[in-house]
């Protein structure tokens, strides 16, 4: 696995070893002792999760106050523009925010670690996303930053406006936001 240093040190881009030949390619997506050796961290992932979205469609930023989870994300169809933000009050990158197209081409993944708010545009005609949680979802810990607030100036690859469902339209400022 190689592992691509993000603007965000502890954000990281993962590119797996694809084999691939004439009927097609296979890689290892998840490797427990691949990650740490290859990264160094010592993380348990309890949860994963699947979602599809439609061209256009952003989902984020979303986190938790408590039971904050780590995120390793990853494409299986389509491609998705990620982005991660640094909700670490503590952290020197604190409301920064550093983004990655991952794909079912490319077969790369994004780490983000715990402290970490996450969303993305949906670039392809759909796209489905994998990722693997360290917590678990907790309703009452969830949070949503505004994806177009103007703190942060996340550079979406937006043709036009996003869709996007009423929470994430009612997101808070990163100002006003809870954070950790």
Same mark, same amino acid.
């Given at each position: 696995?190689?592992?691509?240093?993000?603007?965000?040190?502890?954000?990281?881009?993962?590119?797996?070893r694809?084999?691939?030949?004439?009927?097609?390619?296979?890689?290892?997506?998840?490797?427990?002792?691949?990650f740490?050796?290859?990264t160094?961290?010592?993380?348990?992932?309890?949860?994963?999760?699947?979602?599809?979205?439609?061209?256009?469609?952003?989902?984020?930023?979303?986190?938790?106050?408590?039971?904050?989870?780590?995120?390793?994300?990853?494409? #299986?169809?389509?491609?998705?523009?990620?982005? &991660?933000? @640094?909700?670490?009050? $503590? *952290?020197?990158?604190?409301?920064?925010?550093?983004?990655?197209?991952?794909?079912?081409?490319?077969?790369r993944?994004?780490?983000?670690?715990?402290?970490?708010?996450?969303?993305?545009?949906a670039?392809?005609?759909?796209?489905?996303?994998?990722?693997?949680?360290?917590?678990?979802?907790?309703?009452?810990?969830?949070?949503?930053?505004?994806?177009?607030?103007?703190?942060?100036?996340?550079?979406?690859? #937006?043709?036009?406006?996003?869709?996007?469902? &009423?929470? @994430?339209?009612?997101? $808070? *400022?990163?100002?006003?936001?809870?954070?950790?």
């Open positions: 696995m190689k592992v691509i240093p993000q603007a965000i040190p502890d954000v990281l881009v993962l590119e797996p694809v084999l691939a030949d004439e009927r097609g390619f296979f890689f290892e997506s998840f490797n427990q002792g691949v740490e050796a290859s160094g961290l010592r993380r348990s992932f309890v949860q994963d999760n699947h979602s599809r979205s439609a061209q256009g469609v952003l989902r984020g930023l979303h986190y938790q106050v408590a039971q904050m989870q780590g995120k390793l994300v990853r494409v #299986c169809a389509g491609e998705i523009f990620d982005v &991660a933000v @640094d909700l670490r009050r $503590a *952290s020197p990158t604190f409301g920064k925010w550093v983004g990655a197209v991952l794909s079912a081409e490319n077969k993944q994004l780490w983000i670690p715990e402290g970490f708010a996450h969303g993305f545009l670039l392809s005609d759909s796209a489905e996303v994998l990722y693997k949680a360290t917590d678990y979802y907790a309703q009452q810990h969830e949070r949503c930053i505004r994806w177009d607030d103007p703190a942060l100036a996340i550079a979406w690859p #937006c043709r036009q406006a996003p869709l996007l469902s &009423a929470r @994430d339209r009612n997101g $808070a *400022s990163l100002e006003d936001a809870e954070t950790c």
